[in-house]
């Protein structure tokens, strides 16, 4: 497959999240207060590392088995989530590295800072990661998680959510996000959520149930496409007056 | 092809949480499980081609405490100059160099180490030359969209000063918070989010 390496689209900045979103507690004293640099794209952003197929293992992407004790299965509801990653020109983005993480089905991390009294699953570790194929493809096999208390306000809860980390080609697309569930009524009181101020972008984030993808007697599907940085086209780059 | 629209708006970004570890450095942090080693937990191996250099640093919040559960991953070309990316034209870049390195803070300390090459020249238009740098990207709870910066080298005084990046900071004061301290073969990059001495953060 053919690759371009044009500039990147300008991120919408009023799109994303505000650094400095006091809803958001930490955000408070963690977010830069004077303006970003703008740059123009240079080969380092236009560059980014790339993953080969032998570093992702059998079981990367199945969250149910990767860190189950042989025979035993983790607890929760059986989910496919699945989806394309694309860029702002609709493209696919191939053989691009997703990571996930997430809490078990009783909302409880599997970490050593996370003091939540509901218990860890034996059977579940909560991470995983794949490359997606030539169309841009992703899949993985999990457990739904469980929503949980954080102390932001004295009662915030997060909705149930998945976290996903995509390389894209470009370092300069880099991207940490969340995944939220279809219908879930934690998300528009999470004050994480809200720190995206367009609705149309927290729906953006929020998987879709797939019927078409469940798998009956077994488990549940979930879609959700993640979109990147699209790329100029490169055909009046570096021309005389333009630099 | 897959029936999308163009014209799309890009996902947006959420905070990578206090648990990032746990998907991205799940050995660095105890919690062991299916990967054999983290990605991005080391940058060189013997065969390596140029200088070693260490960089170590803290990223440090508006109240001037460290961040210890910050996520730092850094991009950079090889000693000739040139990225280990399919996208990289000029030339093959050294097949054991990957460019891209990934650490997570110390939980106590949250001091980050990356142990790399000191890379070479990458044109920046026109035949402009960079001065050598790392491009760094933060992530971490209380952070809503990862922040883009760069570490240039105290030793590169020349070609720090014809660099066209840090040619355009102003005022002219905070290209200092892009020079990491030390010498070579041991640098420390500390990166301040917020107030005094605040880092120089991009929009790339």
Redesign the interface.
């Known amino acids: 497959m053919t ?1 371009d ?1 044009g500039a ?1 689209f ?4 009023a ?5 400095y ?1 006091p809803e ?1 507690k ?9 303006a ?16 080969g197929q032998n ?1 992702i ?1 059998e ?2 992407n199945d969250l149910i088995l ?2 189950a004790r042989p025979g035993e299965l983790p607890i929760g509801e059986r989910i496919i989530l699945h989806g ?1 990653v ?5 493209k ?1 983005v191939p053989r691009t ?1 997703v ?3 997430q809490a078990n089905s009783g909302g409880r ?6 003091g939540y009294l509901a218990p860890l699953d034996p059977n579940f ?3 995983g ?1 794949t490359l997606t194929d030539d ?2 493809r992703f899949r993985f096999r999990t457990i739904k998680p469980g929503p949980y208390p954080w102390p932001n306000n004295a009662n915030d809860w997060r909705p149930s959510h998945i ?1 996903f ?1 995509v390389f894209g ?4 697309q ?5 995944l939220y569930f279809e219908g879930d009524p934690h998300i528009r009181l999470c004050p ?2 809200n ?2 101020k367009d609705p ?3 729906e ?2 929020t998987a879709k149930l797939d019927m078409n993808n469940t798998i009956p007697m077994d488990a549940r599907a979930y879609r959700l ?6 790329r100029r086209s490169t055909m009046f780059e ?1 021309r005389p007056e333009g ?1 | 092809m897959v029936p999308f629209p163009g014209n799309l708006k890009e996902s947006p970004s959420q905070t990578a949480g206090p648990y990032v570890h746990i998907g991205c450095t799940p050995n660095a942090v105890g919690i062991g499980g299916p990967y054999g080693e983290d990605a991005g937990a080391r940058l060189v191996n013997d065969k390596t081609k140029g200088d070693r250099i260490s960089i170590t640093g803290r990223v440090i919040d508006g109240a001037n405490a460290p961040l210890r559960d910050a996520m730092i991953e850094i991009w950079q070309a090889d000693a000739d100059g040139l990225f280990n990316s399919p996208l990289e034209k000029r030339g093959a870049a050294d097949t054991n160099f990957r460019g891209w390195g990934r650490q997570a803070a110390d939980g106590e300390s949250g001091q980050f180490r990356f142990e790399t090459v000191m890379p070479g020249q990458v044109p920046f238009a026109a035949d402009r030359m960079q001065a050598p740098h790392a491009q760094f990207w933060i992530v971490a709870r209380g952070i809503n969209l990862g922040l883009h910066t760069r570490m240039y080298f105290p030793d590169e005084a020349d070609a720090n000063a014809a660099d066209p990046v840090l040619q355009r900071i102003e005022p002219r004061w905070r290209v200092a918070t892009l020079i990491a301290s030390g010498a070579r073969p041991n640098y420390t990059f500390d990166i301040r989010l917020q107030g005094e001495n605040e880092t120089v953060f991009f929009d790339v």
């Open positions: 690759q390496a990147f300008p991120r919408d900045l799109w994303h999240p505000k650094a979103a958001y930490t955000s408070v004293l963690r977010s830069p207060s004077r970003l640099v703008s740059l123009p794209s240079t080969l380092g952003d236009t560059t980014g590392p790339v993953f570093m293992g079981l990367d990767n860190f394309h694309i860029d702002e020109n609709a696919p590295l990571e996930i993480w991390y599997r970490h050593k800072k996370d570790g909560g991470f990661r169309d841009g976290h980390s080609s470009g370092f300069a880099r991207l940490i996000s969340q994480i959520v720190t995206i149309a972008a927290i953006q984030l496409d993640i979109v990147l940085r699209g570096n630099n």
